[in-house]
């Protein structure tokens, strides 16, 4: 007899358990939509500083805007340029010794997912004109993609993804 209660005892627990982990996890994958809206907002005018700033610095105010943590990383066209927050700080001086200036504008096609309260994707196409340390102006556009994170009363990027668009392959 005393088994059966255990057992009755201890699938209760684990039916209780159960619930609070779901109403937890529940919690975590929406926000109600007015914090939804207040991160997205937020998000929002962290990108329009990042653009501001980097036009305006260089490429070295990005030091402001990754994370200089060890679980940072950055990815351009599909290959891994900065594996941590380290490496990226470590080559951000001669990254902006190789630029006089950088011109970045976001495309008007900006989609932030807000994922919790700390954490949204920012996902759009982006144009920089490059001036290079020898006067060659260069354009680019493509796609990136991007998880930005509140800490230390900011956001910075946690990982970023770049993509230069190509021309289409000639068919033959």
């Not at 001036?131 to 230390?152: C, H, L, Q």
């Not at 993804?161 to 392959?169: F, I, L, T």
Request: proline share 6%; with cysteine; hydrophobic share 45%.
């Amino acid at each position: 007899m005393r088994t059966w209660h255990r057992a009755l005892l201890l699938g209760i627990f684990t039916l209780a358990l159960c619930a609070a982990v779901e109403t937890a996890s529940a919690q975590s994958r929406s926000l109600a939509p007015e914090r939804a809206a207040a991160v997205e907002d937020g998000v929002r005018a962290f990108t329009r500083t990042v653009a501001h700033d980097v036009t305006g610095e260089g490429p070295i105010a990005w030091r402001k805007h990754f994370a200089d943590i060890p679980s940072f990383f950055m990815a351009v066209d599909g290959k891994l340029a900065f594996p941590s927050g380290a490496a990226a700080m470590a080559a951000l001086p001669d990254v902006a010794r190789a630029y006089k200036s950088i011109e970045l504008r976001w495309g008007d096609d900006m989609r932030i997912d807000p994922l919790t309260a700390d954490l949204a994707v920012v996902a759009t196409s982006w144009h920089e004109i490059l001036v290079d340390a020898a006067g060659k102006r260069m354009d680019e556009s493509g796609y990136f993609t991007g998880t930005a994170e509140f800490r230390g009363g900011r956001w910075q990027f946690r990982n970023v993804h770049w993509s230069v668009a190509h021309p289409p392959a000639p068919t033959p």
